[in-house]
C-alpha cells in the first residue's frame, strides 16, 4: 500500500506519529519527506499553473506595468499609510 499525506511541519506533533502507528500497526514503513519548493508548490494545483501561465503571457505581451518602489509609495501613499 502506498500512502501520501501532505502536512506542514507546524501540524507535526505526538498525535500525528501517533495517528501513522495506528494506520501501520506493527508493520515495517518507509518514511520519505519531500519538500515542496516554491516552484513546486506554484505548480501543484491546475488553479495554480493556469494562474501562473496567465501571468507569463501577460508580461511577455508587456501587458505588466512595472516602476520602482519609490514609485509605488508616491502612487499609492493616500492607500498604505506610513511607509
Known amino acids: 500500500m502506498h500512502t501520501t499525506i501532505k502536512v506542514n511541519t507546524n501540524q507535526l506533533d505526538v498525535n500525528f506519529l501517533n ?3 495506528n494506520l ?3 508493520q515495517e514503513v518507509e518514511i520519505s519527506i519531500k519538500n515542496l519548493g516554491e516552484t513546486e508548490y506554484l505548480l501543484s494545483t491546475e488553479a495554480n499553473r493556469n494562474h501562473l501561465a496567465e501571468s507569463i503571457t501577460e508580461y511577455e505581451q508587456k ?3 512595472t516602476f520602482s518602489l519609490e514609485e509605488f509609495y508616491r502612487k499609492y501613499e493616500g492607500l498604505i499609510g506610513d511607509k
Open 24 to 26: 501501520f500497526k506493527d
Open 19 to 21: 495517528a501513522i502507528k
Open 63 to 65: 501587458k505588466v506595468k
